[in-house]
């Protein structure tokens, strides 16, 4: 071999030995190959059963480098055959085509320099895998408890097909439910349920085949010549088909496809199906749950159909009465009598609209709409929409105001409606008369402020505090709907707050509203004065 020969040869050995995968390492051995002997065919074959019956590895003519087929792609007994090793070792072997005169200093050449890339090739692969593994199994924790821990099938599922594709290395693939008679709620990513539907084994498509065996199945090359017109063209060398199995029952399978022949390493493999046995599980378990908040569904709404049905009967007697005292007046022309109707109606007309506008916010899951908000001129706000009663009642207002509060981030109306609420209960619970506070304050350095409502009426019963918050709960008999503390908490919760009720220790009962949020700056009212005192200096009643 000449210097000349040995200076062209340094090129392609660069290439050999920095290949990363394995088609690299073809185009830089077909490079050698040609340079040495010219565009003959040759063969790369591991070392298993000899030189002849090894399996193909690489193959190809000259640099032109072509996919090995599989077993049978046999060569002819004719064909010359160079060892490749590593440290002694024979691990593979090159089969020239007939024709080719091969110098032993060549072959040397390509004995040591092919064998040693062959090996760094499967060393930097084996690291890669382990790499993998490991790094799968850290990044995998949070997706498998979001499988493992939601009732959101098609959450699930999605989830699901995600986590097998970057397991296997693959990009397309697809996951269906089994039904009694067929597949059902694709989730698709890149493989046509037209494709599936067309691999079959014999005759019966691969998911079908799958499912009644609920075992794995991995098929090369599969036939797609039963593919529609606009899948002909699929690009399909390899196709793993998982079941969905929770116990003796399958619920669905799982395919993922590849373009080219992919062996789908058992350690992935491992960790594929024990995806689809956690998601088989969740998937259960959301039907389960599915059944029964919809048998929770019926019970609810057969309370509320009874209990609004009263209420409404009620509202309507009232009415009734109203419009009887109305039409007396109008057809006696007693002018006292329709004075009289006017309150009753009024009355029943109010009750109304708070039943209907309870009903519509307690059914209905709404964002609140925060904008700054003055808290301290809201609860103002609600005290005079409640002054008529308390009068009717002889109670009392007391505010007892933080002024270093200043807006905050709220849905004024939601909010109104909570302390509005608060107020009312407190009102109508002091049948004698009495003093209702109200009072506000903050509580940390983020913002959060709270609103306290404080009667001293007789206070709540020990078995009916457990049920205060309970929709269509009520101990006013008739005269309550069983919504206004139900909606309260629903509308004090979308805004990530919370809502206490206490029994103080000389008698009554307080509920106190806690909201998250900045505190904004104060809000400059006139006459005000700098508080050196504390939130409790400035009292008034009202």
Not at 56 to 64: I, M, N, S, V
Request: hydrophobic residues 40%; charged residues 25%; aromatic residues 4%.
């Amino acid at each position: 071999m000449t210097n000349q020969t040995i200076l062209d040869l340094s090129r392609p050995l660069e290439r050999l030995h920095g290949a990363l995968d394995t088609r690299e390492l073809g185009e830089a051995c077909g490079e050698l190959i040609e340079q040495l002997f010219g565009p003959v065919e040759w063969q790369i074959r591991e070392s298993v059963r000899g030189p002849s019956g090894g399996r193909p590895y690489l193959a190809g003519a000259g640099r032109h480098v072509r996919t090995v087929s599989g077993e049978n792609d046999a060569v002819g007994v004719s064909w010359k055959t160079i060892d490749l090793s590593f440290r002694k070792e024979v691990i593979g072997h090159l089969l020239v085509a007939p024709g080719s005169r091969v110098e032993e200093d060549e072959a040397g050449i390509l004995s040591v320099h092919i064998g040693a890339a062959m090996t760094k090739l499967q060393l930097w692969k084996q690291e890669e895998i382990e790499c993998a593994e490991r790094r799968l199994g850290s990044e995998m924790l949070g997706d498998i408890s979001a499988i493992a821990g939601s009732f959101d099938r098609d959450f699930v599922l999605a989830r699901l097909l995600e986590q097998v594709l970057r397991v296997v290395g693959s990009d397309v693939g697809l996951v269906m439910l089994r039904d009694e008679s067929d597949f059902t709620n694709p989730v698709i990513l890149g493989l046509p349920r037209e494709v599936a539907d067309c691999i079959r084994l014999d005759g019966t498509p691969v998911c079908e085949t799958v499912a009644e065996a609920g075992e794995p199945l991995i098929l090369h090359d599969p036939d797609l010549g039963g593919l529609p017109d606009p899948w002909r063209d699929v690009e399909l060398r390899s196709l793993l088909v998982l079941p969905l199995r929770n116990g003796d029952r399958v619920l669905g399978v799982v395919a993922t496809a590849n373009p080219k022949v992919t062996s789908y390493d058992s350690p992935y493999l491992e960790i594929a199906e024990r995806l689809c046995h956690l998601a088989a599980i969740s998937v259960d378990n959301a039907a389960l749950h599915a059944e029964a908040v919809r048998k929770e569904r019926q019970a609810v709404t057969g309370q509320v159909m009874a209990g609004l049905s009263h209420d409404i009967r009620n509202m309507l007697h009232a009415m009734q009465a109203g419009m009887y005292l109305l039409r007396s007046g109008v057809e006696k022309k007693d002018l006292g009598r329709v004075v009289e109707s006017y309150p009753v109606l009024e009355q029943a007309m109010e009750r109304v609209s708070t039943l209907v506008l309870d009903m519509l916010e307690f059914s209905m899951t709404r964002t609140p709409r925060r904008e700054p908000v003055d808290v301290n001129s809201l609860i103002g706000e609600a005290v005079e929409a409640n002054e008529r009663l308390a009068k009717e009642k002889d109670v009392r207002f007391v505010l007892d105001l933080d002024d270093r509060i200043g807006t905050v981030p709220i849905d004024s109306a939601g909010i109104f409606r909570c302390v509005a609420n608060l107020l009312t209960n407190a009102v109508e619970a002091m049948e004698g008369g009495g003093t209702v506070t109200i009072s506000t304050g903050g509580t940390d350095a983020r913002g959060a402020v709270t609103v306290s409502v404080r009667d001293d009426g007789p206070g709540i019963a020990d078995n009916d505090m457990p049920h205060l918050f309970d929709a269509l709960f009520t101990t006013k008999g008739s005269k309550g709907t069983g919504l206004g503390l139900a909606v309260t908490r629903k509308i004090v919760e979308e805004h990530g707050g919370e809502i206490l009720v206490h029994r103080p220790a000389q008698g009554g009962t307080e509920f106190v509203i806690r909201l998250p949020g900045e505190i904004g700056p104060p809000i400059e009212r006139a006459g005000d004065e700098p508080d050196r005192d504390g939130p409790l200096s400035n009292r008034s009643e009202k």
